[in-house]
């Protein structure tokens, strides 16, 4: 690089910076506009990228359980009574019945029960 | 813990915002200097750094911030490429239809009048050798014009002025050499 040219490039360079710093105010102004805009669609175009994991981690979510259901139904209770009963159980207590009503007359619950197991026996 | 992660995440994308914004006010100005030199059009060197500047948010803002500043070049340097083909094909219609010509030279005119922004306290000296810089480069080819503007007013090393280039180091330097060799010839008279 010859010393000519190294003057012309610190000349040029220098009469460009100055021509940067001298801007005017209303192109700065658009260009700072401009700057937002970018900055707004960045952030616009970040959100439809997390939006698209919604669907893919529901998706994902309802195969894991569709698996372990079927996995589950597989390897639980063998069917039958035990599965059956608990089931009853289950039943029973979700109903919600008003189990208070044991409380109005103990003794007419005591007689029957009495008298059923001596059908029984 | 996910919330921890999102979190993370946000915080993350925020601080990406803020890097971006400090990378785009400190660049948008020399951009719009640039573009304006390679296309001599004050609305259309502002659309060019717009685009450009969304299209590198859109696209590059996830990549390492030291890439940013050869990404964007390369960009705003498509998009003066695509204004200018698009400017030759309506110049080329215009020559066609030669009653649209009389509108043309009216542009042209307008286009080639000295750009009326810049502060009136310039420096006589720099103003007057950045118009002629700006003659001179217009009357390069492309490649030169490029290398010399990324090169010498950017600042780019020849590693990332390749990449804002789409074309090897060695090319760089040749087309710079070659821009540096034309300014010298072209502005030999007034430098003496």
């Known amino acids: 690089m010859t010393e000519k040219n190294q003057d012309l490039e610190r000349r040029s360079r220098e009469a460009f910076d100055d021509s940067v710093a001298s801007l005017d105010g209303a192109t700065r102004s658009r260009l700072a506009r401009a700057r937002e805009l970018a900055l707004e669609e960045a952030r616009r175009s970040h959100r439809p990228r997390l939006a698209t994991w919604v669907p893919v981690g529901a998706a994902a979510a309802a195969a894991v359980m569709a698996i372990a259901l079927w996995s589950g139904r597989e390897t639980g209770p063998a069917p039958g009574e035990p599965a059956l009963a608990a089931l009853d159980e289950f039943d029973i207590v979700s109903a919600g019945d008003d189990l208070d009503m044991m409380d109005e007359d103990p003794a007419f619950y005591d007689w029957a029960a009495d008298a059923l197991a001596d059908d029984v026996g | ?192």
Request: one cysteine or more; hydrophobic letters at 40%.
């Open chain 2, 1 to 192: 813990m996910p919330l921890i992660g999102g979190q993370q995440a946000r915080e993350t994308a925020v601080d990406q915002g803020r890097a971006l914004g400090r990378f785009l006010a400190g660049i948008e100005k020399r951009a719009y200097r640039i573009a304006r030199m390679s296309l001599r059009d004050h609305d259309e060197a502002l659309d060019v750094v717009q685009d450009s500047m969304i299209s590198l948010a859109q696209n590059y803002a996830g990549h390492p911030e030291e890439q940013w500043r050869p990404l964007f070049y390369r960009i705003l340097r498509n998009r003066i490429t695509d204004y200018q083909r698009r400017r030759r094909v309506r110049q080329g219609v215009i020559r066609w239809w030669p009653g649209l010509a009389e509108d043309d030279a009216t542009t042209s005119l307008v286009e080639s009048a000295p750009d009326p922004s810049g502060a009136p306290d310039e420096q006589l000296e720099g103003e007057e050798l950045l118009a002629r810089i700006e003659r001179a480069l217009a009357g390069m080819s492309g490649r030169q014009r490029e290398a010399f503007l990324l090169r010498n007013f950017e600042g780019l090393d020849v590693a990332q002025t390749a990449i804002a280039m789409g074309c090897s180091e060695g090319s760089v330097k040749t087309h710079y050499f070659r821009a540096l060799q034309a300014l010298q010839r072209l502005l030999g008279e007034w430098q003496t």
